[in-house]
């Protein structure tokens, strides 16, 4: 019940495309549910977060759809850029805050020029 | 401007050495966190504190030690290294829960255990 399940485990798309990661949970107590960005060599970095009394939040080109009775969460790209190229994960946790969080096991996203 | 510091970047250990990767952050965090990422496997939680004096086992302690004297830093301790130990490890430090979720990850530390 503590799994976060994301998909694809690799993207690849073309600069100007729309990327989407997928991901899914059982635990119906988590209540916050962030999605970090990590560059290669690098650490992972917040890039946006939702909490399960919104459908959607858009920060510039990314998106997160949330849906509740599915129990599944989505990111979008749009106008996916070279710079985009990363690995992505979802993430879920109780209580609303970083304590415990649950990662997905990563979307490696290459954006092709 | 630090943020949270890991220490090494690299390291390569033989079977059954021991060694401390240190970790220390500057943003005042009460809450610091160590995790494991493998490839493929996300990262998986393997211990945290909510505050000096206090630490807690994440999901796959086995094998590790932490402590928290002060509320800047947070070592991870490898006693007995095994291959099985072979991974880059993040340290990462927040506010906490209430005060909004961001985890401040370090750069990581990649260990090599042959």
């Known amino acids: 019940q503590q799994q976060v399940k994301q998909s694809p485990q690799s993207l690849i798309v073309q600069k100007g495309g729309i990327s989407i990661i997928n991901c899914a949970y059982e635990n119906t107590a988590f209540d916050y549910f962030p999605w970090y960005q990590q560059f290669p060599g690098k650490g992972p970095a917040l890039l946006i977060a939702i909490r399960p009394d919104v459908s959607e939040k858009k920060e510039g080109r990314f998106t997160i759809s949330f849906n509740k009775s599915a129990k599944q969460f989505s990111l979008h790209i749009m106008d996916s850029q070279p710079g985009d190229s990363a690995t992505y994960f979802c993430?879920?946790?109780?209580?609303?805050?970083?304590?415990?969080?649950?990662f997905g096991k990563g979307t490696k996203l290459t954006v092709n020029p | 401007n630090a943020g949270v510091t890991q220490t090494p970047k690299f390291r390569i250990l033989k079977i059954g050495q021991s060694m401390t990767l240190q970790c220390t952050q500057d943003?005042?965090?009460?809450?610091m966190y160590w995790y494991r990422q493998d490839p493929g496997m996300g990262l998986k939680l393997i211990y945290y504190s909510v505050g000096a004096g206090i630490t807690d086992k994440g999901e796959v302690p086995n094998g590790y030690n932490v402590s928290r004297s002060t509320t800047e830093d947070f070592p991870l301790r490898l006693e007995l290294a095994a291959p099985s130990q072979t991974s880059v490890y993040f340290c990462?430090?927040?506010w906490g829960a209430g005060k909004g979720g961001e985890l401040f990850f370090g750069e990581g530390s990649r260990l090599t255990v042959l």
């Open positions: 993430a879920a946790s109780i209580k609303g805050g970083s304590e415990k969080l649950v």
């Open positions: 990462a430090s927040s």
């Open positions: 943003m005042n965090h009460n809450y």
